[in-house]
């Protein structure tokens, strides 16, 4: 039998779950070193003789690929093919809008619709900053979700999102990513875990991608929790255009090449002083651009 076209569905380091045209899932195998098929990646796939196994022959080209600069400064693709970001915060562990600010960055470099979660709002829902960073991302055109995947709240605004979509759901560990595909797959198919009473952290619990489909419509990939993220961004402008308001208002700014810092002239600037732009946001970008500019500099 000739290879015939299949999603990777899950990755198990160098083993996959595979979905076949005709909905069957089989398990896979990797041709050569070379290939390094991620979540969400279309390939060629064909079964081996005497073998459960199938062999993935062929990486089809991608869309696009969620990627991060992994500690050897070498670029790790976490999933390719998809069409919507969800990054989540929480309650627990304290939320890092940082975290999250840099996830919608990697969605605006790859031109994917994002949307905010705040999760186990039946913790708290009452904090201040939670509050003012909702409102602030509401304001500059994100749709901002607050639930609980708990009791179920807000939970069918989160299944609207992602109807007809392919979702990643990517945030801190701990924060209710697998609780969240487990309430809309309407059973425990995630594994979860508490978050840590001693440190407060999640325990990485979700140690492989994975994606499922939704009974309600679209498909989740459930992805690793982090400590922190990064994208990888190629230049300033795309720093720029991580932060959409700040693009906006740039076009505003005395130089064409103004970085929107310290320049004379700078609408940026100018619009985080009346509050019309977000200070938090302003020093969220101005560190992202620190860190891409400091990773193109050769050590
Ligand atoms: N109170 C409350 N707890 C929740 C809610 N959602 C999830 N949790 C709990 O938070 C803990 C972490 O949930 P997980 O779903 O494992 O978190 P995760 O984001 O998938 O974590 P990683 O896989 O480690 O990245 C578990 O104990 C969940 O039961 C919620 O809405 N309210
Ligand atoms: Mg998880
Ligand atoms: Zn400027």
Same mark, same amino acid.
């Given at each position: 039998?000739?290879?015939?076209?299949?999603?990777?569905?899950?990755?198990?380091?160098?083993?996959?779950?595979?979905?076949?045209?005709?909905?069957?899932?089989?398990?896979?195998?990797?041709?050569?070193?070379?290939?390094?098929?991620?979540?969400?990646?279309?390939?060629?796939?064909?079964?081996?003789?005497?073998?459960?196994?199938?062999?993935?022959?062929?990486?089809?080209?991608?869309?696009?690929?969620?990627?991060?600069?992994?500690?050897?400064?070498?670029?790790?693709?976490?999933?390719?093919?998809?069409?919507?970001?969800?990054?989540?915060?929480?309650?627990?562990?304290?939320?890092?809008?940082?975290?999250?600010?840099?996830?919608?960055?990697?969605?605006?470099?790859?031109?994917?619709?994002?949307?905010?979660?705040?999760?186990?709002?039946?913790?708290?829902?009452?904090?201040?900053?939670?509050?003012?960073?909702?409102?602030?991302?509401?304001?500059?055109?994100?749709?901002?979700?607050?639930?609980?995947?708990?009791?179920?709240?807000?939970?069918?605004?989160?299944?609207?999102?992602?109807?007809?979509? /392919? %979702?990643?759901?990517?945030?801190? &560990? *701990?924060? =209710? #990513?697998?609780?969240?595909? !487990?309430?809309? @797959?309407?059973?425990?198919?995630?594994? /979860? %875990?508490?978050?840590?009473?001693? &440190? *407060?952290? =999640? #325990?990485?619990?979700?140690? !492989?991608?994975? @994606?499922?489909?939704?009974?309600?419509?679209?498909?989740?990939?459930?992805?690793?929790?982090?400590?922190?993220?990064?994208?990888?961004?190629?230049?300033?402008?795309?720093?720029?255009?991580?932060?959409?308001?700040?693009?906006?208002?740039?076009?505003?700014?005395?130089?064409?090449?103004?970085?929107?810092?310290?320049?004379?002239?700078?609408?940026?600037?100018?619009?985080?002083?009346?509050?019309?732009?977000?200070?938090?946001?302003?020093?969220?970008?101005?560190?992202?651009?620190?860190?891409?500019?400091?990773?193109?500099?050769?050590?």
């Amino acid at each position: 039998m000739s290879a015939i076209q299949a999603q990777v569905i899950a990755t198990f380091s160098r083993r996959m779950r595979l979905r076949l045209a005709d909905g069957g899932e089989v398990t896979a195998r990797i041709k050569g070193k070379r290939l390094r098929p991620v979540c969400g990646d279309r390939v060629d796939a064909e079964p081996i003789a005497n073998e459960s196994d199938w062999l993935i022959t062929r990486v089809l080209e991608r869309d696009n690929a969620l990627t991060r600069p992994n500690l050897r400064g070498q670029t790790e693709v976490l999933a390719a093919n998809i069409d919507m970001l969800i990054a989540v915060a929480a309650a627990t562990p304290d939320p890092d809008w940082f975290i999250i600010d840099r996830y919608l960055a990697a969605a605006e470099d790859l031109g994917v619709d994002a949307v905010v979660v705040f999760n186990k709002t039946d913790i708290d829902d009452t904090s201040q900053s939670t509050t003012t960073a909702l409102d602030d991302y509401r304001q500059i055109g994100y749709q901002a979700i607050s639930c609980s995947a708990r009791l179920g709240d807000g939970m069918d605004e989160i299944q609207n999102a992602v109807a007809n979509q /392919t %979702a990643i759901i990517v945030g801190q &560990s *701990g924060v =209710g #990513k697998s609780s969240m595909i !487990n309430f809309l @797959m309407g059973g425990e198919q995630q594994k /979860t %875990a508490d978050v840590s009473s001693k &440190s *407060g952290e =999640g #325990k990485h619990t979700t140690v !492989n991608s994975v @994606m499922l489909e939704l009974p309600g419509g679209g498909r989740v990939i459930d992805s690793p929790g982090v400590r922190d993220f990064a994208p990888a961004l190629e230049s300033a402008a795309s720093v720029i255009g991580g932060y959409r308001e700040i693009e906006k208002a740039g076009h505003d700014c005395r130089f064409a090449n103004c970085r929107h810092l310290r320049e004379p002239g700078c609408a940026v600037k100018a619009a985080v002083e009346t509050g019309a732009i977000s200070a938090r946001r302003h020093e969220s970008y101005r560190r992202l651009l620190n860190l891409t500019e400091k990773l193109e500099q050769p050590t």
